[in-house]
């Protein structure tokens, strides 16, 4: 049930992931597989061809951004109601379908080849999704678990 402790929990969690995203995309990425994320392209892109619109890479940015916080930590509790794993694996399955969606199902929408060759954008993606999604999972955790022991 989606109570509003819940929701808020959701909400910090996916800013929280979503910042980590971020953080990993610009600044740890490029250290390790010599590429920046940069997913507010592909929104972008998929905006102009599925609206005719075309976005620049700042409302890109903030629509991924704000799809990051809502949307994804939302798939996280759902892959965690449906699947019936604890959150962290939640996380780490949600994480691995969205980056299969963004990577091996959008991309190729948008032009690109089936999983971008496998290149190092698409490992890189990998982490940053898994990492992201299975982060949003624990501080959900954390968070049920400091609620628990404040209401006792």
């Known amino acids: 049930m989606l109570t ?3 929701l808020r929990n959701l909400a910090i969690a996916g800013l929280a992931g979503e910042i980590a995203f971020e953080l990993y995309a610009w600044l740890i990425s490029p250290l390790l597989f010599g590429v920046a994320l940069a997913p507010a392209n592909l929104v972008v892109a998929l905006t ?4 005719g619109v075309t976005l620049p890479y700042w409302a890109g940015f ?9 949307g994804f930590a939302g798939f996280v509790w759902l892959t965690h109601l449906v699947s019936r794993t604890k959150l962290v694996l939640s ?8 980056w299969f969606v963004a990577q091996g199902i959008l991309a190729p ?9 496998f290149g190092a954008y698409t490992q890189s993606s990998f982490i940053g999704h898994v990492g992201m999604a299975t982060l949003i999972g624990y501080v959900v955790l954390l968070l049920q678990n400091r609620q628990a022991a404040t209401a006792t």
Request: glycine share 18%; proline share 3%.
């Open 4 to 6: 509003y402790p819940t």
């Open 48 to 51: 102009k061809i599925g609206f």
């Open 62 to 70: 903030i629509l991924h951004f704000t799809i990051g916080i809502f």
């Open 91 to 98: 996380g780490a399955i949600a994480g691995f379908v969205l």
């Open 109 to 117: 929408l948008v032009g690109r080849t089936f999983m971008m060759g």
